[in-house]
């Protein structure tokens, strides 16, 4: 291997590696198990939202397919966590979480082929119609999901059969948080590989992407299926942490929230769903404390205020934070190799 | 042995003919050129080779296979890649990036999505060996964005290159490039390794001569003269429609 391809390898990889931002960033979210007790219930709604909007980032973020129709996958797993938990079909909430993932992913990739075609309009259209008739067969069939009075009588069992779910969300805390975390661990690691970088070149020029021999659109059904494997999940571990499921996962509403939150937090590296999630949700709670009954208002005010400012300013600063990042990172980077080799001579030229 | 053949290739926009009957052989290992005036359909004839457009009528053959109904992406891993006349490049990826990207989907890893870009040494290597042969180095990390245009069509020939094609097809390969860049743009083709099949686009008629071996004139879409260049230079019907064109401008 010469050094030039010595070098182009360490560069390759350096993308993915870990900076200390992120660890530390890991750090505080898991520390608030034990710091923050009294705000689990919220910080549940917030890991599932991040959880929630990690699934949006990684088809709008990297692949640049728009959608106004996620919501979709999160109530269709939403409504299976619950069926399966209330007529006790799977007993075991991991067990029942993963295959409410993989029915949204079964419903991704079959309407996957309908956002193939078409411009950005046509897709929030199309993700926006699936997601309409599923609400509308989820409120005829009520004998089945409780219609508008929700999925009542759905009790979850014991985490692996050990750790119950109570009333002030601490289990229900924990679990989704290392969900989460296991889910972003997977996203994290497909972004970064070679299929995660065809996205990216998809997103950026699909012309050229066909021209070094990428296949455009089997690469898009498959992000569009795991995609829709993490919003089920989201979506059935707020069925399992609330034991109740209503007409709402699968609202307008919940697609449009998503998209919110990724404004605020931006798209692209992963950490906009996670940063903006929690923006958003105390946000929400400082505002609706204030105001309980107008908090839309301001939220409103601020998604004017975001689109104003503009998408590049926001570019702008997300490239600082990710410029500082990665300078932090590259400082850990440089210390490993001087303390393993102190006093070799740094290479060739 | 023709490695690309078309045969009777036609393409029909509604009632405007812009490629008619259209049976070409390029032979291993040729300089091939393609000229014509503008509008004479050289860009359709590429986009039909390369399957960015279907033909009306007409078949493609490489290495001897029908390739005709293949997608796009199927006919770059039988081997046979192209650049473009207006730069298609991805702008916000570093060439870096661009070009390991190429490596790793003919490597067969573009479906890999649990190792890092690069882990692979083969990748490294052969990216290494790009950079290098299309002097891109020193911009290697900077956003394709921001490259100088000279830079950025040398990348647009490396991410053909990195397909590692048996057909290099280069549609305008120095267009527009200031003529302080030019010369490291024409060494660099000039350099090709010679089992790399070339089949040229251009109008730089000093490039066109110094290159090829080979010379097709096409003239409103159809095959006018096929030949040696120097049939071609000293044919008059194309110094009439073409050659004379030029010379006079």
Same mark, same amino acid.
């Given at each position: 291997m010469t050094?030039?391809a010595?070098?182009?390898?360490?560069?390759?990889?350096?993308?993915?590696?870990?900076?200390?931002?992120?660890?530390?960033?890991?750090?505080?979210?898991?520390?608030?198990?034990?710091?923050?007790?009294?705000?689990?219930?919220?910080?549940?709604?917030?890991?599932?939202?991040?959880?929630?909007?990690?699934?949006?980032?990684?088809?709008?973020?990297?692949?640049?397919?728009?959608?106004?129709?996620?919501?979709?996958?999160?109530?269709?797993?939403?409504?299976?966590?619950?069926?399966?938990?209330?007529?006790?079909?799977?007993?075991?909430?991991?067990?029942?979480?993963?295959?409410?993932?993989?029915?949204?992913?079964?419903?991704?990739?079959?309407?996957?082929?309908?956002?193939?075609?078409?411009?950005?309009?046509?897709?929030?259209?199309?993700?926006?119609?699936?997601?309409?008739?599923?609400?509308?067969?989820?409120?005829?069939?009520?004998?089945?999901?409780?219609?508008?009075?929700?999925?009542?009588?759905?009790?979850?069992?014991?985490?692996?059969?050990?750790?119950?779910?109570?009333?002030?969300?601490?289990?229900?805390?924990?679990?989704?948080?290392?969900?989460?975390?296991?889910?972003?661990?997977?996203?994290?690691?497909?972004?970064?590989?070679?299929?995660?970088?065809?996205?990216?070149?998809?997103?950026?020029?699909?012309?050229?992407?066909?021209?070094?021999?990428?296949?455009?659109?089997?690469?898009?059904?498959?992000?569009?299926?795991?995609?829709?494997?993490?919003?089920?999940?989201?979506?059935?571990?707020?069925?399992?942490?609330?034991?109740?499921?209503?007409?709402?996962?699968?609202?307008?509403?919940?697609?449009?929230?998503?998209?919110?939150?990724?404004?605020?937090?931006?798209?692209?590296?992963?950490?906009?769903?996670?940063?903006?999630?929690?923006?958003?949700?105390?946000?929400?709670?400082?505002?609706?404390?204030?105001?309980?009954?107008?908090?839309?208002?301001?939220?409103?005010?601020?998604?004017?205020?975001?689109?104003?400012?503009?998408?590049?300013?926001?570019?702008?600063?997300?490239?600082?934070?990710?410029?500082?990042?990665?300078?932090?990172?590259?400082?850990?980077?440089?210390?490993?190799?001087?303390?393993?080799?102190?006093?070799?001579?740094?290479?060739?030229? | 042995?023709?490695?690309?053949?078309?045969?009777?290739?036609?393409?029909?926009?509604?009632?405007?003919?812009?490629?008619?009957?259209?049976?070409?052989?390029?032979?291993?290992?040729?300089?091939?050129?393609?000229?014509?005036?503008?509008?004479?359909?050289?860009?359709?004839?590429?986009?039909?080779?390369?399957?960015?457009?279907?033909?009306?009528?007409?078949?493609?053959?490489?290495?001897?296979?029908?390739?005709?109904?293949?997608?796009?992406?199927?006919?770059?891993?039988?081997?046979?890649?192209?650049?473009?006349? &207006?730069? @298609? /490049?991805?702008? *916000?990826? =570093?060439? %870096?990036?661009?070009?390991?990207?190429?490596?790793?989907?003919?490597?067969?890893?573009?479906?890999?999505?649990?190792?890092?870009?690069?882990?692979?040494g083969a990748v490294a290597d052969e990216v290494a060996e790009?950079?290098?042969?299309?002097?891109?180095?020193?911009?290697?990390?900077?956003?394709?964005?921001?490259?100088?245009?000279?830079?950025?069509?040398?990348?647009?020939?490396?991410?053909?290159?990195?397909?590692?094609?048996?057909?290099?097809?280069?549609?305008?390969?120095?267009?527009?490039?200031?003529?302080?860049?030019?010369?490291?743009?024409?060494?660099? &083709?000039? @350099? /090709?390794?010679? *089992?790399? =099949?070339? %089949?040229?686009?251009?109008?730089?008629?000093?490039?066109?001569?110094?290159?090829?071996?080979?010379?097709?004139?096409?003239?409103?879409?159809?095959?006018?003269?096929?030949?040696?260049?120097?049939?071609?230079?000293?044919?008059?019907?194309?110094?009439?429609?073409?050659?004379?064109?030029?010379?006079?401008?």
């Amino acid at each position: 291997m010469t050094p030039l391809a010595a070098d182009i390898g360490q560069k390759l990889k350096r993308r993915g590696r870990w900076s200390a931002l992120e660890i530390a960033f890991w750090i505080v979210a898991f520390a608030s198990i034990w710091l923050l007790p009294q705000k689990h219930l919220i910080l549940t709604e917030t890991a599932i939202l991040a959880l929630f909007a990690l699934s949006l980032d990684l088809i709008l973020g990297y692949a640049g397919i728009i959608s106004l129709g996620q919501a979709a996958f999160f109530g269709t797993a939403g409504y299976f966590a619950g069926l399966v938990a209330k007529h006790g079909i799977i007993d075991e909430p991991v067990l029942a979480l993963i295959c409410s993932g993989l029915v949204a992913a079964a419903l991704g990739f079959i309407t996957s082929f309908l956002v193939l075609r078409g411009s950005d309009l046509t897709r929030l259209m199309v993700t926006l119609g699936v997601s309409l008739m599923l609400g509308e067969l989820a409120n005829r069939y009520s004998d089945i999901t409780g219609g508008a009075d929700g999925l009542q009588g759905v009790t979850v069992a014991p985490v692996l059969g050990r750790f119950e779910f109570d009333m002030f969300g601490h289990t229900g805390y924990t679990y989704c948080l290392i969900v989460l975390f296991v889910c972003f661990l997977i996203a994290r690691r497909l972004v970064y590989s070679p299929f995660g970088l065809s996205l990216r070149a998809i997103k950026g020029n699909a012309l050229r992407s066909g021209a070094v021999g990428i296949p455009v659109n089997a690469r898009l059904v498959a992000i569009y299926t795991v995609s829709a494997f993490f919003a089920g999940i989201a979506g059935a571990l707020l069925t399992q942490t609330t034991a109740f499921c209503s007409l709402d996962v699968l609202s307008l509403e919940r697609s449009a929230d998503l998209l919110l939150v990724l404004i605020i937090g931006g798209t692209g590296y992963l950490y906009g769903g996670l940063i903006g999630a929690v923006i958003y949700k105390f946000m929400q709670d400082w505002i609706a404390t204030l105001t309980p009954q107008y908090w839309q208002f301001w939220i409103g005010l601020l998604l004017v205020a975001i689109v104003l400012v503009g998408r590049d300013r926001m570019a702008a600063w997300h490239q600082a934070a990710r410029a500082a990042l990665g300078r932090l990172g590259a400082r850990t980077i440089k210390w490993r190799p001087a303390l393993g080799a102190a006093g070799a001579a740094p290479g060739g030229r | 042995m023709a490695i690309l053949e078309t045969i009777g290739l036609a393409k029909r926009f509604g009632g405007i003919v812009a490629a008619a009957d259209v049976t070409l052989a390029i032979q291993q290992g040729a300089r091939h050129a393609l000229i014509g005036p503008n509008g004479a359909g050289k860009t359709t004839v590429i986009n039909l080779l390369t399957g960015v457009l279907r033909p009306t009528a007409g078949r493609i053959l490489l290495h001897g296979r029908d390739i005709t109904a293949l997608d796009r992406y199927q006919r770059v891993r039988l081997g046979m890649a192209r650049t473009f006349q &207006i730069n @298609a /490049l991805f702008l *916000d990826l =570093t060439p %870096l990036e661009a070009i390991a990207l190429a490596v790793s989907e003919r490597l067969g890893l573009g479906t890999d999505w649990w190792r890092l870009v690069g882990s692979k040494g083969a990748v490294a290597d052969e990216v290494a060996e790009i950079v290098e042969r299309f002097h891109l180095a020193d911009v290697m990390e900077a956003r394709t964005a921001t490259l100088p245009y000279g830079k950025q069509r040398l990348l647009e020939i490396a991410l053909a290159f990195a397909c590692r094609p048996r057909v290099l097809l280069l549609d305008e390969p120095a267009a527009g490039v200031p003529e302080a860049e030019r010369h490291e743009l024409l060494a660099t &083709i000039a @350099a /090709l390794p010679a *089992d790399v =099949t070339v %089949l040229l686009i251009e109008h730089d008629m000093d490039l066109v001569f110094s290159f090829a071996d080979r010379i097709s004139v096409l003239v409103n879409g159809a095959l006018f003269v096929d030949g040696t260049p120097e049939d071609v230079a000293r044919d008059p019907r194309v110094k009439a429609v073409y050659l004379g064109e030029e010379l006079d401008a």
